[in-house]
């Protein structure tokens, strides 16, 4: 039997054009570098880069029930947010473990939009919709929206040439709705790479057109196409995790050091039984993150993590950080190994090489 | 591609020049641009014995670790020890100051087994 083929994002042919490295991602054929991922991850960090995230899902949640509804399937707090605000949350098993990490934006009184991994779209809609109660309704419009990531300390100047200087981004987390050269979009103030930036999404029908533009308007300031490759160490070395590496239905948030996205003070959501019990016994193993002490290989998933040569964990995610220029990473290892300062090592092909537990994010800007 | 006609070639992306008795051996422009942004090499130790095929060394990018294999038997007689503090020499200059060892082979004959020039690039634009 074959694989079924990869579906292709509407940008599939802008990629090919710039001659992207093309790889399956989550059931999606998507850009893995243009040109190098070093130099995609550097022009984030110092420019501005340019993502396709058209994969990503979006889930539109309305009626008078919405929100109280909402709130008994995100861990987050829904009653927070006002019109225009959104959190990230995440949507859990009876477990407590994470079927998916998702932003969920108050776009009306009583609307909102669910913005989730590509991998993770058919199975959060079958479990939302088995949970949905009377007064709300949900609608899967991933088909009908394409969207990219604008990240990178000139993303203001970019869209104040594309809007105008007068306009104003929305702030931190929010989401505003503009029309840019007759295209309607909903920018929102969000990322995943620890610069400033915005995630933009629009009709399908115009993601060329808007693609484009953004390349040619942000030329002057730097602008460039960037990929999976350096999506993923710019998120890595703000230890954001990866749902699938980080996250999955057997780890639950509490485990992965992301309390501060749960409430535990509301009266009933899913998991929340098993996310008290773990904050109450205290987690088994936890998310930590960890740099080399030297140069070396770079770490990389599963590879195991020891503490005076016992194996207490494995990695995660691990990558060499261009930033940085040392290698870093991410794994779960048992509690009592999970202090920062931490000695461990890391086994790489049969060698041992050392590395110590750090506070997250492993990379913080210069100012 | 740069496909130089002096070297030989494996279908695992080295190259082979022949100096005597000995071999030297990289990874192709094809292959590091494959690669991109070569972020580590580890080495052969110098006098380890190596089979035709059998992993000798390994090129880490930023997304993958890749084996590089002995392209026939011998024994490694050097390695580029420049490349632990360069491993960008790998995509700067693939076939020069990128070489990655040299064995010292045990029968010239072995060599007839790898391919030309012309084979390797019809290989890599199939």
């Known amino acids: 039997m074959s694989e079924p083929a990869e579906k292709k994002t509407p940008l599939y042919l802008e990629h090919v054009r710039l001659g992207a490295r093309m790889v399956p991602f989550g059931g999606w054929l998507m850009p893995v570098q243009y040109t190098s991922i070093v130099d995609e991850h550097q022009t984030v960090r110092n420019a501005v880069g340019m993502f396709d995230i058209s994969h990503m899902g979006q889930f539109i949640v309305s009626g008078s029930n919405a929100r109280d509804w909402l709130n008994t399937m995100l861990t987050n707090n829904v009653a927070k947010l006002d019109v225009g605000q959104g959190q990230y949350t995440f949507l859990l098993n009876y477990d407590g473990g994470v079927i998916d990490d998702l932003i969920l934006y108050r776009i009306g009184e009583t609307e909102f939009l669910l913005v989730v991994n590509a991998s993770k779209i058919e199975e959060d809609f079958c479990w939302l919709e088995k949970h949905r109660q009377d007064g709300t309704m949900l609608k899967n419009r991933s088909a009908d929206f394409g969207g990219v990531a604008i990240q990178g300390p000139r993303v203001v100047d970019l869209f104040h040439d594309l809007l105008g200087q007068s306009v104003e981004l929305p702030a931190r987390n929010h989401i505003i709705d503009f029309v840019i050269s007759e295209m309607p979009v909903s920018i929102a103030r969000t990322g995943y790479t620890g610069e400033d930036g915005v995630e933009v999404f629009f009709r399908v029908s115009d993601a060329t057109k808007f693609w484009n533009l953004v390349l040619e308007r942000g030329a002057r300031l730097g602008a460039k196409p960037c990929g999976l490759g350096a999506r993923d160490t710019l998120r890595l070395e703000m230890c954001y995790p990866l749902n699938g590496s980080d996250l999955s239905a057997e780890r639950n948030p509490i485990e992965a050091g992301l309390g501060f996205f749960v409430d535990l003070q509301k009266p009933n959501f899913a998991g929340r039984e098993k996310l008290l019990e773990t904050k109450a016994n205290g987690a088994r193993e936890r998310l930590i993150a960890f740099k080399m002490n030297g140069k070396g290989p770079p770490p990389r998933p599963h590879y195991s993590l020891l503490n005076k040569g016992a194996r207490v964990g494995e990695i995660s995610s691990g990558t060499l950080s261009p930033s940085l220029n040392i290698g870093i990473g991410m794994g779960y290892v048992s509690a009592a190994s999970a202090k920062t300062g931490t000695p461990l090592e890391v086994e790489i092909r049969g060698q041992i090489f050392p590395a110590t537990i750090e506070k997250k994010p492993l990379y913080k800007k210069q100012s | ?126």
């Open chain 2, 1 to 126: 591609m740069n496909v130089p006609d002096n070297l030989l070639y494996t279908k695992s992306h080295e190259w082979i020049r022949r100096e005597g008795d000995h071999i030297r051996v990289g990874i192709t422009d094809h292959a590091q641009a494959e690669l991109t942004d070569v972020v580590f090499v580890e080495l052969p130790k110098v006098g380890t014995n190596v089979e035709a095929k059998a992993p000798v060394a390994v090129v880490e990018s930023v997304k993958a670790a890749s084996d590089i294999y002995a392209p026939v038997k011998g024994t490694v007689v050097e390695a580029n020890n420049a490349l632990t503090n360069n491993p960008a020499l790998i995509n700067s200059d693939p076939f020069g100051e990128g070489w990655i060892f040299a064995l010292k082979i045990d029968n010239a004959d072995d060599l007839k087994n790898l391919q030309s020039a012309a084979a390797y690039k019809d290989q890599i634009e199939a």
